[in-house]
């Protein structure tokens, strides 16, 4: 089965710039969506295809995707942003939905 | 605006069958471009897509819980039902309704209902 694989933690300062990789194997080729969970809430779409913004979502959330990996930024981090992150993908060859194991980001 | 709101027992003897029920409100579960989906998280872990239904009643489930696992949907009352049988302890988890938005391919888990704790335990 398709797997992906995010580190388990990041952590950056206030202003700077946080990034958490989601890798897999040939991800540049699916549909890479990334979701927000703040301590007891539901998870919250905050990018989907790759670096497309739901409304409501700011500007400073941005996404890449290309090979093996792909990436969420978030700039002018803070300390809002702390939470845990996860990505997510539609597999095609197994039409299975599959989920990273998520990245808890620290905002120092 | 589309709202999701899970209900069931939030307590559930093993071997037993882990009931919960989702309620859309704001947009017809018929007509909306979502698979109603359910996902789960085990304490502390990660998120687990558990399976989803259209408004045809159209099924797919992880192969990891398809032969304990059925997602029905009832139009008329806009929810979706999840039913789980032979439960143990591993499926004790936060349960969440979703919506997976479609958009020629799966776009998205855009709408979220706010989850509900299930323990599976004597």
């Known amino acids: 089965s398709y797997v992906l694989t995010q580190p388990p933690s990041v952590s950056v300062a206030p202003g700077q710039t946080a990034t958490i990789t989601c890798v897999g194997n040939?991800?540049?080729?699916?549909?890479v969506h990334w979701y927000q969970q703040k301590p007891g809430q539901a998870p919250v779409l905050v990018l989907y295809?790759?670096?497309d913004r739901p409304s409501g979502i700011p500007e400073r959330f941005s996404g890449s995707n290309s090979g093996n990996t792909a990436t969420l930024a978030i700039s002018r981090v803070e300390a809002g942003d702390e939470a845990d992150y996860y990505c997510q993908v539609w597999d095609r060859s197994s039409y299975l939905r599959v989920f990273g194991g998520g990245s808890k980001l620290a905002v120092l | 605006q589309v709202e999701l709101q899970e209900s069931g027992p939030g307590l559930v003897k093993p071997s037993q069958t882990l009931s919960l029920t989702c309620t859309v409100s704001?947009?017809?579960?018929?007509?909306?471009?979502?698979?109603w989906t359910w996902i789960r998280q085990r304490p502390g872990k990660g998120l687990d897509w558990i399976g989803y239904i259209d408004y045809s009643g159209s099924t797919f489930y992880n192969p990891s819980l398809k032969s304990r696992l059925s997602i029905s949907i009832d139009t008329s009352k806009n929810q979706f039902s999840l039913n789980l049988n032979s439960a143990t302890a591993a499926d004790t988890a936060v349960y969440y309704c979703a919506g997976e938005r479609q958009k020629l391919i799966p776009n998205g888990f855009d709408i979220w209902g706010q989850g509900t704790m299930v323990t599976v335990s004597s």
């Open positions: 704001g947009a017809s579960i018929s007509s909306s471009p979502h698979f």
């Open positions: 295809g790759d670096s």
């Open positions: 040939n991800i540049g080729s699916k549909s």
